[in-house]
Each structure stands twice: as C-alpha cells, then as structure tokens.
C-alpha cells in the first residue's frame, strides 16, 4: 500500500509545517507599538505587512514553508502511485499528526472531546482502508 504510506507521510509533514509556521506565527502577531517609536507608513495602514515582513525572514517559519512543499511533493508522489478517491480521504489524518504538535506547543493536555475525535477519525480510515478494493457481493453497481 504504497500509495497509503506516501499520503501518511504526507499528512505527518504538512501537520508538522503548519505546526512550526503556527508557532512563529502566533509570536510575531502585531502589536501596537508605543508612541515615541517611528512605525513605517505602510505598518500603520495595514498592521498585518509588519508581522509578513518579520515571518518571511523568520528560519523556522521558512522551514515550515520548507517541510509543507517537501509534503506537497509526497502527496503528488502518492497520487501518482493511487487513486484520488484512496490518497485523499487518507489525507484527513494530518488532524491527527496536528493533536501532539499542538500538546508539545502548549503544554497542555488535549480536551476529551479532542481524543474521542481522533479516534473517530482514526477508526473511519482504518476501515476506509480495510474495505478498499472489496467488491460488492452482486458483482458491480446498480
């Protein structure tokens, strides 16, 4: 199951990207800065563009960027080697590669609603993937 494998690998790099870019993120959100201190014209319109410039010449942040193209190639990998309708629902699984990344971030232990959902998600594509390629006991579709 080839195809399987790739999309897991995939899912685990595009959550761990998210993850590294959440964390610079979530630092470099703007803030009002004192009176005295000279804020560029376009900062002051649009406080967003301060934060943009800090993240493109942030190394973690860019290595996010880094780690979601190198899973963007794996997902292309997978679908080459499967089908759309087997790599995608596959691919969901990245929820459940982004629950530990946000436990390391923040210390905290997850929510019971969050575990029960993981493993809602996790018992969906265990069977998706059991009963892939089974054919119905009639020989095809009505």
Do not use: C, E, Y
């Not at 900062?43 to 193209?69: D, F």
């Not at 629902?89 to 990245?94: A, R």
């Not at 459940?96 to 946000?102: I, K, M």
């Amino acid at each position: 199951m080839l195809p399987v494998s790739l999309a897991l690998l995939a899912a685990f790099l595009f959550a761990a990207g998210a993850s590294l870019q959440q964390q610079v993120g979530r630092a470099s959100l703007p803030v009002t800065a004192p009176p005295h201190v000279p804020v560029r014209r376009m900062h002051r319109l649009l406080p967003i563009t301060a934060a943009l410039s800090h993240l493109l010449r942030h190394p973690v942040w860019l290595a996010g960027w880094v780690v979601n193209g190198v899973g963007f190639g794996i997902q292309a990998a997978a679908l080459h080697t499967g089908s759309v309708a087997l790599v995608q629902p596959v691919m969901v699984t990245q929820l459940l590669f982004t629950v530990p990344f946000a436990v390391l971030h923040t210390h905290s232990r997850p929510p019971r609603a969050t575990l029960l959902s993981g493993a809602a998600i996790f018992a969906g594509v265990t069977l998706f993937i059991a009963k892939w390629g089974t054919s119905s006991p009639h020989g095809g579709a009505d």
